[in-house]
C-alpha cells in the first residue's frame, strides 16, 4: 500500500532539534510500507543551518537505503526563503 | 432546604398540639396519639397555650382545639398558632354541630373538624389526612423559594460573565470599515464570535467561530481564543501558525465533547494574497467584480480542539486578492433557520443579505427568518475598497533606536538563548515579522559560530561523518562543561528605525579562522556543514569578518 508520512517539524528548527529529527527520520527511511516522507514546515518560524545540514543528510541517507519521495510543505517567509537559496529543491520536492 | 434536611422533616415525628379543659380527655388524646408514635404538647387553658407559644417550641403539624375552653373560645388560637407555626393544620373539636359556626371558624383558618364525642378512628384518619398535606405544603413552598434564590444568583452570574464576554470582545475586536459584520445569539450568549484584527504588516485578520452548543456553555468556549488570536495576528504571524496554536490551546482546555468550527482569514495587501483556512464551516465564499461566485473555499480541514498536534492540519488555502472583489463567511445557522415563509435560505439569498448597508442588516435578519434555535452570523469583507499600503504603516515610531551590549562569560555561555533574546526585543518594537526572523537567523548563525568554533574550538568536519552530528553534540557538551571566565562572547546590536537599519557584531574569545578555509560562496550544495556564513551572506545587505576572524558584523539597510 502506498503510504506517505508526514513529520510536523517545530517553530525552531535549530540544532536542539537533532536528536527528535534523525530518530524519527530513521525510523521512517527503514519502514517499507511508507514511500514518501513529508516534512511540514508550516509551524516553522526560525531556522538555521545546522536545520540545513539534517536535511541534507536525510536526503543523503534516502539515497542510500530507502529511496523514499522525501517532500517539503508548507515553508513560508525566512524558512522558504533559506530553503531556497540552499537549493534544497534539488533533494526534496517543494509543494 | 436540601435534599437531606428534607428528608428528615419527612422521617420526623408528628408533633401534634392539643388544648383541651378536659383533663381526663386531654390523657385520653395524649395516650392515644402517642400510641401512634406522636409527639404531644398538652394544654388545659387558652393562657396554658399561650404561654407555650411565647416559650418558642419546636415545630408543630397538628393543632387539635376545644373550642368551649374555661377561659374562652378555643377558636380565638388560630391566629397566634398560624402566625407562630403557618403549616400547622388546625383542627377543631366541638361538641356542637352549629354550621354556622364552622362556617365562621373555617374563615378564621382552620382547616377542619370533628363532633365530640370523638371517633378516635376517624380522627387518626383526618391527622394523617391534614399533616401530609401541610409537609407538601411546606416542602412546596421552601422548594420554590430555593428555586427562585437559585434563579436570582444564576442571573446575577449570568450578567456578570455576559459583561465579562462583552468587554473582553469589545476591547480585542477591532471593527474595520471594510467588514461587514453581524451575529444573532439564540440566547443571552452567543456560540458565534467573529473577530477582526489588524496584523503589523497592513494584513487583515478574520477570525469566524462557531462552538458547539449555543449559550454560556458555547461562549467559555471561545474564551481561550479571544485573546491569543489578536495577539498572534497583532504580530502578522503566518495563519497556519494561528490556526497550530488555536488548534493546541482549544485541546489543552476544553473537554473532548466540545470544539469549535473556525474559519481563518487573512487578508494580506503587501503581498497581494488572501488566505482562508476552513475548518468545518459552511463554504466560504469569494466573488468576483460582477458579484459572482468564483470560487468557494469549502471545509477541508476539521474544527479546532479536536486533532492532537500531530494529526492537525495548520495549512490554507492561498489565493491571489486581486482575483475577487467580495468574500462572504457564514455559520450553519443561517441556512439552517428557516424564513417566515417556511424556507431555507440559498446561497443567492446569502449574497443579497450580504449587500445590504451594515446598519441593516440585523433588521433584515430578523425580518426575514424565524426565531432562531441556533446563533446565526454573517460577515462580508469588501475588497475593492482597500487601503493603499502605505497608509497602513502601523506602530513603529520614526524616533526609535536601541543600542544593546551583550558580555557573556564562562558557564552563562551554555544556558542563554541569545538569539532568541534580540528576536523578542525587535519584536516588540513591532517589527515586521519577516525582519525578525531574518535577524534571529543572523544573530543563530553568528552567536553558534562565536560558540562552537571560536570559544570551543570545535571542527565541522566532524559532522561530515556517519553518526557525526551525535559526536558533535557530544564535545560540545564537554566543552561547555569546561568554560570559564577566559571565555566570552561580546555582542553589540544597533537599530535605528529613521535610517533603516539594524547592525549586529558578535565576537568571541578564539583565536580567529581563516576565512577561505570555511569557503564563501562556491560550496556544492550537497554538503551537510558550512553553510553559515553562505547563510549570512544571503541574508545580510554587508557581511564583515574582523581579523583576525573572532567578529562578524552583518548589517541590514532598508528593510
Excluded at chain 1, 525552531?12 to 527528535?20: A, E, K, L
Excluded at chain 2, 392539643?18 to 390523657?27: A, S
Excluded at chain 2, 382547616?111 to 399533616?131: F, S, T
Aim: glycine residues 4%.
Amino acid at each position: 500500500m502506498s503510504h506517505a508520512i508526514k513529520v510536523r517539524l517545530p517553530n525552531r528548527f535549530d540544532f536542539n532539534y537533532h536528536q527528535t529529527f534523525s530518530q524519527e527520520c530513521n525510523s521512517l527511511l527503514n519502514d517499507q510500507a511508507c514511500q514518501s516522507v513529508e516534512l511540514d514546515f508550516s509551524q516553522v518560524q526560525y531556522l538555521d543551518s545546522s536545520a540545513l545540514g539534517m536535511l541534507v543528510l536525510l536526503a543523503k541517507k534516502n539515497k542510500g537505503q530507502g529511496n523514499k519521495t522525501l517532500i517539503i510543505q508548507g515553508a513560508q517567509n525566512t524558512a522558504k526563503e533559506i530553503l531556497e537559496m540552499a537549493n534544497l529543491n534539488k533533494l526534496y520536492e517543494f509543494r | 432546604m436540601n435534599g437531606a434536611d428534607v428528608e428528615q422533616a419527612r422521617n420526623r415525628a408528628t408533633r401534634i398540639l392539643v388544648v383541651e379543659d378536659d383533663l381526663l380527655f386531654l390523657q385520653y388524646y395524649q395516650l392515644f396519639l402517642e400510641s401512634k408514635e406522636c409527639e404531644v404538647l398538652c394544654c388545659s387553658s387558652l393562657q396554658d397555650c399561650r404561654e407555650l407559644l411565647t416559650q418558642q417550641p419546636a415545630t408543630i403539624d397538628l393543632a387539635i382545639l376545644d373550642n368551649q375552653l374555661t377561659d374562652g373560645q378555643g377558636l380565638t388560637l388560630v391566629n397566634s398558632i398560624k402566625s407562630r407555626f403557618p403549616f400547622a393544620a388546625i383542627l377543631m373539636a366541638s361538641a356542637t354541630d352549629d354550621a354556622d359556626f364552622f362556617l365562621q371558624a373555617f374563615k378564621a383558618g382552620i382547616n377542619d373538624y370533628v363532633i365530640k364525642p370523638v371517633n378516635m378512628d376517624l380522627l387518626w384518619q383526618k391527622i394523617q389526612a391534614m399533616v401530609q398535606r401541610s409537609r407538601l405544603e411546606q416542602l412546596t413552598l421552601e422548594q420554590s423559594l430555593a428555586l427562585s434564590n437559585w434563579k436570582q444568583h444564576e442571573q446575577q452570574q449570568q450578567h456578570l460573565a455576559r459583561h465579562l464576554f462583552d468587554v473582553m470582545l469589545e476591547k480585542l475586536n477591532q471593527p474595520q470599515p471594510q467588514v461587514l459584520a453581524c451575529v444573532r445569539p439564540s440566547s443571552a450568549f452567543s456560540g458565534d464570535c467573529i473577530i477582526q484584527c489588524q496584523g503589523m504588516d497592513g494584513s487583515l485578520y478574520l477570525f469566524f467561530a462557531d462552538a458547539t452548543g449555543h449559550g454560556l456553555a458555547a461562549a467559555v468556549s471561545l474564551m481561550p481564543m479571544l485573546q491569543l488570536f489578536p495577539q498572534m495576528a497583532a504580530k502578522a504571524l503566518p495563519l497556519a501558525n494561528i490556526a497550530f496554536e488555536l488548534n493546541k490551546r482549544l485541546n489543552e482546555l476544553l473537554p473532548e465533547d466540545r470544539f469549535v468550527a473556525s474559519v481563518l482569514l487573512r487578508i494580506n495587501p503587501s503581498a497581494q494574497t488572501l488566505e482562508v483556512w476552513n475548518g468545518c464551516m459552511p463554504q466560504v465564499l469569494l466573488l468576483d467584480a460582477q458579484g459572482r461566485v468564483k470560487e468557494r473555499v469549502r471545509s477541508t480541514h476539521m474544527a479546532l480542539g479536536i486533532l492532537d498536534e500531530q494529526e492537525f492540519e495548520a495549512l490554507p488555502v492561498t489565493l491571489a486578492l486581486p482575483d475577487f472583489s467580495q468574500i462572504i463567511v457564514h455559520s450553519d445557522g443561517l441556512t439552517e433557520t428557516p424564513t417566515l415563509a417556511g424556507q431555507l435560505l440559498q446561497e443567492a439569498d446569502i449574497i443579497a443579505l450580504a449587500q445590504s448597508p451594515s446598519h441593516e442588516l440585523m433588521g433584515q435578519l430578523n425580518a426575514l427568518l424565524t426565531d432562531p434555535e441556533d446563533d446565526i452570523s454573517l460577515c462580508c469583507v469588501d475588497l475593492q475598497h482597500w487601503p493603499q499600503t502605505a497608509d497602513l504603516q502601523v506602530g513603529i515610531q520614526q524616533h526609535s533606536q536601541i543600542k544593546y551590549q551583550l558580555d557573556i562569560r564562562g558557564q552563562a555561555l551554555a544556558g542563554s538563548d541569545v538569539p532568541g533574546q534580540i528576536a523578542q526585543l525587535l519584536s516588540q518594537q513591532q517589527l515586521p515579522i519577516n525582519l525578525v526572523q531574518r535577524v534571529f537567523v543572523l544573530a543563530t548563525e553568528m552567536y553558534l559560530n562565536a560558540l562552537e568554533h571560536g570559544v570551543l574550538r570545535l571542527d565541522s568536519q566532524i559532522k561530515h561523518q556517519e553518526e557525526g552530528f551525535f559526536h558533535y553534540y557530544q564535545r560540545k557538551e564537554q566543552g561547555l562543561a569546561k568554560l570559564s571566565e577566559q571565555d566570552w562572547i561580546q555582542l553589540e546590536l544597533l537599530w535605528c528605525q529613521q535610517d533603516k537599519s539594524i547592525k549586529l557584531s558578535i565576537r568571541d574569545s578564539g583565536p580567529g579562522f581563516q576565512v577561505s578555509a570555511s569557503g564563501t560562496a562556491d560550496q556544492p550544495d550537497t554538503v551537510e556543514h558550512g553553510r553559515g556564513l553562505k547563510l549570512l551572506h544571503k541574508l545580510a545587505d554587508q557581511v564583515d569578518i574582523v581579523p583576525p576572524g573572532n567578529q562578524f558584523v552583518v548589517q541590514l539597510r532598508e528593510y
